[in-house]
């Protein structure tokens, strides 16, 4: 029998360590260190012996000669999806589908059945539900595929013999943390196994011409291994984000092999599974208050799509205390910045003030172009005068309270006025370069203290 030792790995990036430690020296996490039994000699989990079973050994081929065909891409039926993967599944690639419990992966899953099951043969392997718990969920999301193959299974040498047997074109795996293999002694969930299934799942992709989707939990406690420690392996990793309070759902690549990682699909959960939204703008602006200082709204892009997003913002006298600063759905960083941009150079006094900064949706906002809608939220909550609600701000701002131009804005534009908002705060654009849309007026503004002038604040 081999020898075994004794490794800690990491849950969050599967770094290996040789003795216990409340962080992980790789990614900082707390409490992510697990403890595991490995075969000695082969300390890295699922890297050290790629072994193709049963295929011949590929063979070097000058670039000039390797065939350059496009990847053949099939959709999902959920154009959301299909959005964020690129435009399509491809045909042969292996997907993970990370999120925390809860947050609709077994329903995104299987919605996508009844689609694929149309033109393609797929098995859905489930190790948490049995085939009636799945059976009675397909039945209420209204999938009824004649092609959708249900297997209750975790062992994956079994999962292989059915893929076999059943010869799937798509395999749906749910969970990769159940899933576990007699390769190694490790208990399902941890670094090792999941690493060395997901590893056999990638080789049976690659070899057999098999689309593969791999659901992932993320857990917080770190007693599981998460996606993060398999995101090099994979083609592509998609996240599915908003609480279990939030009725809406946003998807985002984190990794595409395939295509870009900007783009975005947003999903509401209904009684009936989760509906597209193809409009995330007007779900993201509903129950917008009306005549309240401290909050403005912008437009950002995601990926190649303007979606317009409101940012709030309220400032409170704290009596000399520390002042707190708070941001969600943006950089802590930039809204410090923003803060200060406003104090110097806005001449507003907040240096006393605690500072609370919040996008509403649960949008993450990575671009400046919010800036100026930040600093006018800023600026109405302070003054505690409102922003009529129909002005929408767009620009950048510089450490010198210039606003300063930002990329798409025609794009941008269109969209503000498709929801019907009536004016338009921005940078000073070359007017050859605009298009106006109609209806919509535009005040240009070079400094923060000219947008302030702009809304009357
Ligand atoms: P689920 O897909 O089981 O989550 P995950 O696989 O990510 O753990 O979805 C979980 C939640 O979605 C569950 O709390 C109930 C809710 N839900 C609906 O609101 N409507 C539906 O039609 C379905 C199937 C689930
Ligand atoms: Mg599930």
Same mark, same amino acid.
């Given at each position: ?8 790995? #990491? ?12 962080? =992980?020296? !790789? %990614? ?9 039994? *490995? ?11 790629? /072994? ?24 999902? +039926? ?34 996508? %059945? ?7 043969? /797929? ?46 074109? $798509?395999?749906? *795996? ?12 490790? *208990? ?5 196994? *999941?690493?060395? #299934? ?35 392996? /994979?083609?592509? /990793? ?107 150079? +806005? ?5 006393? =003030? ?20 930040? $600093? ?7 003054? +505690? ?8 701000? $767009? ?11 930002? !990329? ?15 004016? #338009? ?33």
């Amino acid at each position: 029998m081999a020898k075994e030792k004794i490794v800690f790995f #990491c849950s969050e990036c599967g770094n290996e360590a040789a003795r216990w430690e409340g962080q =992980c020296r !790789a %990614c900082g996490a707390w409490n992510t260190l697990v403890e595991e039994t *490995v075969a000695k000699g082969k300390s890295k989990p699922g890297v050290a012996a790629p /072994v193709r079973r049963g295929g011949k050994p590929a063979l070097a081929k000058p670039l000039t000669e390797v065939g350059s065909g496009a990847e053949i891409r099939f959709d999902t +039926g959920m154009g959301e999806l299909d959005r964020v993967l690129g435009g399509g599944a491809v045909h042969g690639s292996l997907v993970l589908i990370g999120g925390a419990p809860g947050v609709g992966k077994s329903t995104l899953m299987l919605q996508i %059945c009844d689609h694929l099951s149309r033109f393609a043969r /797929v098995l859905y392997v489930s190790g948490e539900e049995s085939q009636r718990q799945i059976k009675m969920r397909a039945e209420r999301l209204g999938v009824k595929g004649e092609e959708l193959f249900l297997l209750p299974e975790t062992n994956l040498d079994q999962i292989i013999e059915a893929v076999a047997e059943v010869k799937p074109d $798509i395999l749906i *795996v749910d969970s990769i943390q159940t899933l576990y293999t007699e390769d190694s002694t490790s *208990v399902p969930g941890s670094v090792t196994q *999941v690493k060395q #299934c997901t590893m056999r799942l990638m080789q049976m992709a690659k070899g057999e011409g098999l689309t593969v989707f791999v659901i992932g939990h993320v857990n917080k406690e770190g007693d599981i291994a998460g996606p993060k420690v398999l995101e090099h392996m /994979v083609d592509c /990793v998609l996240y599915v984000e908003g609480g279990s309070n939030l009725s809406y759902k946003i998807l985002r690549a984190a990794k595409n092999r395939f295509g870009s990682t900007n783009e975005i699909g947003v999903f509401e959960m209904t009684g009936a599974g989760l509906r597209e939204v193809p409009n995330p703008s007007e779900l993201l602006l509903s129950g917008r208050p009306e005549n309240v200082p401290g909050t403005c709204v912008t437009s950002v892009m995601e990926g190649t799509r303007p979606v317009l997003a409101e940012i709030q913002a309220l400032l409170v006298p704290n009596n000399f205390k520390m002042p707190r600063r708070t941001a969600n759905g943006l950089d802590l960083g930039r809204a410090i910045l923003l803060l200060a941009v406003a104090e110097k150079q +806005g001449g507003l006094a907040i240096g006393g =003030c605690d500072a609370y900064i919040n996008v509403i949706g649960g949008l993450e906002i990575d671009e400046p172009a919010a800036d100026l809608a930040t $600093i006018l939220a800023i600026a109405s909550s302070y003054r +505690g005068r409102t922003i009529d609600s129909s002005v929408v701000a $767009i620009g950048e701002v510089g450490l010198t309270g210039e606003i300063r131009s930002v !990329a798409a804005i025609n794009q941008r534009l269109a969209e503000v006025q498709r929801l019907g908002f009536k004016r #338009c705060i921005m940078p000073v654009q070359d007017k050859a370069k605009l298009i106006r849309p109609e209806g919509l007026q535009i005040t240009m503004v070079k400094t923060i203290r000219d947008a302030f002038l702009a809304v009357q604040i």
